[in-house]
């Protein structure tokens, strides 16, 4: 069972942190890049950071030098560490991770976990 399970979210003030952490099952292999994204209330899903099998990094405009985004392959679990947070970056975070089998590459997502950042 690959499906993604966030956890981390919670309330905090502008200028706090959070670490969110997503797990897929330790036992299965083949996870290859595993990302993060974000959806505000009216707003399009906007995905904030990547990162490969290998460890490389993309971010948003919108976070880089505030938000981390590192992955432990042992456990199968990526995270996001956010600093600095704005009000702004309130939203529903969800994980997504590709797995790649034998004939093909699927994509499987967590459900979800709310940040929210008062002013």
């Known amino acids: 069972q690959v499906q993604p399970v966030e956890s981390g979210g919670g309330l905090v003030q502008a200028g706090g942190s959070l670490r969110l952490s997503c797990a897929a099952s330790r036992t299965i292999s083949g996870i290859n890049a595993m990302r993060w994204y974000r959806q505000a209330p009216g707003k399009q899903r906007e995905l904030v950071a990547t990162?490969?099998?290998?460890?490389?990094?993309n971010y948003a405009d919108s976070v880089k030098g505030r938000f981390t985004i590192s992955r432990d392959n042992a456990k199968n679990t990526v995270y996001l560490q956010m600093n600095s947070l704005k009000p702004e970056d309130t939203a529903v975070y969800s994980c997504n991770v590709d797995r790649t089998s034998a004939s093909s590459t699927r994509t499987y997502w967590g459900q979800g976990t709310q940040v929210t950042v008062s002013s």
């Open positions: 990162i490969t099998a290998g460890g490389s990094t």
